[in-house]
Every structure is written in C-alpha cells, then in structure tokens.
C-alpha cells in the first residue's frame, strides 16, 4: 500500500495594457472618411489573475493481478480581474471640424440650418460606462471564488500475461463562483414560462405607464412569426435581472465518468498489440464566459447619447451650454447617466447550466512488421456534449421582415446574450504511423491523419461572422465543418548520422535532421455584413452567401492575396456576388423566394464553413557537428533553419496574422476573396538559429 498526498499552488497573470499615454483618454473615431482617430480603445485595459490552490491525496494497493488507486482532490480557485470597458468614454463625431472644435461645429451649423433643432448634435454617438442611479463610474474589479472536488477509483486488472483490461471511474464538481464583494453582481433570470403570451408594443400613453402594451391594444399589428406559443419564449419574455451573491446558476452535482480500456499481446511475442479505451471527461465553464456579468444592470450600463441612439439627444458645446462630454482626462461620466441605452443587453449565464463534456475513444494496434520498423493505425473519435457558447435568445426569426411589429420577446432588453449548453460536437480521424527505431545512423517517423471535425460552434467568442449563430433559434443550421478542420495532415521526421569518418573527433559526428509537414486548409464561409442581406430578418447580419457554382469551383489558383492591381484573390468573387462594373458594389445573388415563409424571410441554402482555404506546407532543416572531448563530454554546433524555402503560407480569407477576424470573407469589405495574411507574420517567415552546447 502506498499512500501519496500532494499540494501545490498555481498563478497565472495575464494583462492587456492600453497603449502607453492612452489610459484615461476618449477613444475618437470621426466618421468621415478623413479618420482622425486617436486615444484609447474602449475594451483596454484588461487585467487578469487566476490563483489555483490544488489538494490531492491517492492510495494504491496492489492485490494478486489487481493493481487498485483511489483518490480525491480539492481545488480552490481565486480569481481577481480589471476590465476597463469603455471607461474613458468612445466618441465618434461627424468630421474632421468637430474635432477642430470640440464638437461644436456641426452641432452650431445645425442651429443656423434649422433653428432650434437638436437632433445631429457634434456627434454621431457617444457613449460611456455609468451607474445610471449614482452617475459615477462603475466598479470595474471583480473577485471570483469557487470550490472544486474530485474523487476517483481505478482498477489495472492484469487477466493474463498477454491481457489487462483498464477500469476507473471519476467524479468531478465544479461550484458556482461567486464575487468575495457582495451586492454588485447580476445576472438575468427566466420568468414564467405559461404559453401563449402576446408581442409587447411601446405604450403610446404620456408618461407610458405601463411602458408596454400587447400591439393589438394599441393599433400595432403583432408579427406573424413572434414565437408566442413557446414555453421558452415565455420564460424569456417574463424574465428579470436579479442581485445574487452566491449560486449564480444551480449546482450540478452529478458528473460522473466512467473509464475503460485493454490492452491485449496478440501473438505473445510483443510483436502486435491491440488497444482500445473510452472515457468520459468533464470540464469546468471558464472564466470568460461568466465574469462578464459584470456588465449586468444595475450597477453598470454603457449609455449613449447622439444621433445614433434615435433620441435626438445632441452632444456638442453649443446645444448643451455649459456640459461638456468630451473632456481630457474624461472626468464627463456623470452626463452620461440619463443618456440614451438604458436597455441593457444582458450578459445572461443559463440559471440551469451544467458541466460540458467529452466522450473520447480510441482502437488500434501496434506492429513491429520488420525489425526496427513499427506500424500503428488508430481510430480517434470524440463527441463534445452540452458545450457552452452565446445565443439572442431575445429575437427570433422574421422579427424586422415587415411582417408586423418589430419589438422583442422581452422588449426591457436588448440582444439577450445567453449562455447555456446549446452546442454539440464531434471529430472522427484515422491515424496512421510508421517509425523506424535508430540503427545504422537513421531514424524515421511518418504520420498521417485523416479527420473530419464537426460542429455548430467552434469558439464561443471567436465565431468568425459574429458572436452569435446564424439563425438563433435554430442552431442546428450551423451544423458542419468546424473552424479547426484539416481534412488531411502528414509529418515526416528523419534523422540521419553521416556514416564517414564517425570516431573522427575532428572530422565525423555531422547530423542531419529535418521535419516536413503539409496539411489542406481550415474551412470558412462568405457572408454578407450588410442589413439588407439579413435573410432571415433577425436583425442579425451574419447570413451566408451562396454562389452560383459550387463553392470549390469558386477557387482561383493565383495568389491568395491577389494581384497588384486589386484583382483575383483565393476566391472568384464574381461567383459569390453580381458586381457592378461602373461602382463596383458587390450584390448577392440570392435572395428569399415567395414560396419559403411568404417571401419574409429563410436560411440561404448552403451550409456553414463549405470552402477550404489555403493548403500549409513548411520544411524545417537542421545541420548539426560534434565534437567529442572525452567520452562523457562533447561539444555539439547546430545551424537549425526553421520555414527552411521562406515559403508563404497563406490563412484563409477572413482570418488576420493575429487569430482574429479580417474582412476576407465579408461581401461588404474591400478585401472580399482575398487572403491578408500568412502564418508566418505573427513571429517571423525563415528562422536561422545558430547555437552551440555543450554535454557532459
């Protein structure tokens, strides 16, 4: 028996500074096409630091052919975070004149123009986060406390001397968290769920008291398509932000995954061994997901004010006398508290949400077929169960059509960002792989993977089109592809020892190794960002665009990035969209035909992530000399060439050199079709090393 008891203790910081002499200033954006931008962006800075305290304790006992091992674990993770959002303020004024004046020029012409009118102001918006009841500035830190627990049992089951059959089961909790300061978190909770219930309109009535009213009651003719039959939608509809320190969703006790797994020597001389498993892997709901309930009502709003909100609230010197929104430092925040945007849009953590989790499985051999020569194929397969992203459960399908009124399932919110287990997934690969073990100076491996990764959602912030699905109420739609698919990947590692002059201090000891890869491309889809392709008329403009061939008939065989003179690109984008020779404004093809919901609205007829980018292929090389100085002691040189040929390995249209979205993929960008980066820009194409060790 031994018994084994480990604690350990785990910090990881993580920050995203504003620029140096940015902290504290406006962000300014003029909308003109001069772009007179400067100051800060209103999502910096960002601070985050994550403390882990791990307490683990197992015991083994070996009993005739059973080896057993049980255990638990403790975890407690403290949390501490800053998240600036726009604190400083974000001003976009109309032109460069405004910013020559403060704001006041478009805000004065307007009174010589129109006498008495309020309605353009300086600026096209302004905003800044507020307590709306205090007018003072939020409390952007947040704390976040859980306990996690664990216990586990296993058995290594020795059958015979050719058969072990592996046996476990795990349980894992994973506690709400909750903020160490009381009484300053949110979240948004469901209502009542009693259908049918009636579309809410704004109550014509001065003051509007109640706010809102059923739109027949007032002369609106409710939408056709307004989901009023829906428990669901009622519970939405009914639902209401509620203060809650502790079990921001409900506990979810019941994580239990099971572990099993051979191994079995076919032929008893080690020669070929056949293995399979399968377990279930439960994960905790990450940091990302729930702090931003930080922005929650009634302790944080980011208000506007300005021609964009639809108030004719103005923001210029002129119209607002002595105030002044714009001011460096921003000390303005208290003008922004009765401003326009005082429907929030919740960040909305399922009340019922539960641990995602993993199905994996494995079934292959391993054959020695010549001496010093190994095969190993394997079946790889993994589902994704319950997965967390971010759905408007707060609009639905025909919503702004023209087929009634517009208003939301629950009009006192905006975008209902929800998240909750909504998403599935699933990957299936073949494995191939030989290795040759070193002898006679050389050694060898080559790996083949043919896959196919599936799903709805592959990152739940980083969603390529937008944050949210295609079609909110119907997530299925976005089934395909996932964002990280490479249908076929091969890896080739060989190492090779010069055979002449080898016990020639001087002279042998050379090496040569080198690792080729090449893999097919990651998938994307072109869509339209423009509100007049949003197909099916959720106010949500991420709807896809369907060429008139088949979308790998699309692809040119140029230069993913195009020519010199602007044409060409990864794609033919005259197969995606009908482009005006005179303007050239790209207009889609498709559009809703009369006998799909009446012509107000439906899904384009072709599935997400439905073209391939850019194959990757790279060559890494190594030269290497050693000289030996004694026989415990040497002296190695290594010239290591990484993207050995510096050759160009484009990203898909829409993915930038950092990871994150470009406009390659969005109809309405200039850079539509196009690839704008390469894997090599975020660190470098051809690497040289040269480095010198020294073993002893």
Known sequence: MLNTFRASYLRHRLDFPAPKGTF?????????????????????????????????????????????????????TRNGSRFFNDAFGTFYPWGVEDTLTDLAFSDEAEQVLTPGTHYYGGAYLASASVVPSTGQTPDFYRGYRANEFAGFAQDDWRVSSRFTVNLGLRWEYFGPPHNFKSGIDSNFYFGSNVAPFQQQCPNPAVPPVPAFLPCSSVGTTPNQFFPGSSPFYASVANGNFQIRDHEIWNKDTNNFGPRVGFAWDVLGTQKLVVRAGFGVMY????????????????????????????????????????????????????????????VPNPRHMDQNIVSPYYEQTHFGLQWEFAKGWVFEPEYVGTWGRKLTGIVDINTFD????????????????????????????????????????????????????????????SDAFNNKIGLNPTDNQNIRYDYGPADFDVR???????????????????????????????????????????????????????????????????VLHGSPAGNPDGTGGYFDISKWANIDP???????????????????????????????????????????????????????????????????????PGISSTGGVAG????????????????????????????VRFDF
């Open 283 to 342: 994960d905790r709901i990450y940091n990302n997901l729930f702090e931003n309930i930080r922005f929650n009502p009634p302790y944080f709003s980011d208000n506007q004010v300005g021609w964009a909100t639809g108030t004719g609230s103005a923001v210029g010197k002129i119209s607002n006398g002595p105030q002044q929104y714009l001011t460096f430092p921003f000390t303005s925040t208290p003008l922004f508290a009765g401003g326009a945007g005082v």
């Open 664 to 691: 390659g993929t969005n109809i309405q960008s200039s850079d539509f079709g196009k690839s704008t980066a390469t894997a090599g820009d975020n660190g470098g194409h051809r690497i040289t090393q040269l480095a």
């Open 24 to 76: 504290g200033v406006p962000g300014y954006y003029t909308v003109d096409g001069l772009a007179e931008d400067f100051g800060q962006y209103g999502g910096l800075p960002q601070f985050f630091t994550e403390n882990q305290f791990q307490y683990l304790d197992s015991i083994s006992v070996i009993k005739g052919k059973h080896s057993f091992k049980f255990g638990g674990e403790y975890r407690r």
């Open 488 to 554: 076929h990947r091969a890896v080739v590692t060989i190492g090779y020892e010069l055979p002449f002059m080898k016990q020639n201090r001087w002279i042998g000891g050379w090496g040569l190794n080198s690792i080729v890869s090449w893999q097919t491309g990651h998938p994307f889809s072109p869509y339209s960002g423009s509100s007049s392709y949003d197909l099916n008329k959720d106010a949500k403009r991420t709807d896809r665009l369907v060429p008139i061939v088949a979308p790998v008939d699309t």
């Open 582 to 652: 005179a303007t050239g404004a790209k207009t889609p093809y498709f559009s809703c035909p009369a006998s799909i919901n009446g012509g107000f609205w439906c899904n384009a007829p072709i599935g997400r992530n439905n073209i391939y980018g850019p194959h990757f292929a790279n060559v890494d090389f190594n030269v290497s000399k050693r000289f030996k100085i004694t026989e415990a002691a040497g002296l190695t040189l290594q010239a290591n060439f990484f993207d050995l040929f510096n050759h160009p390995n484009f990203l898909p």
């Open 398 to 457: 025909g919503r702004v059509s023209g087929a009634g009124a517009t208003t939301r399932i629950n009009p006192n919110v905006g975008s209902d960002n929800f998240r909750g287990n909504k998403f599935d997934s699933n990957y299936h690969a073949l494995q191939l792989s030989v290795r040759k073990t070193y002898s006679s100076g050389l050694s060898l491996t080559g790996n083949y993977t043919y896959s196919k990764a599936l799903d709805e959602l």
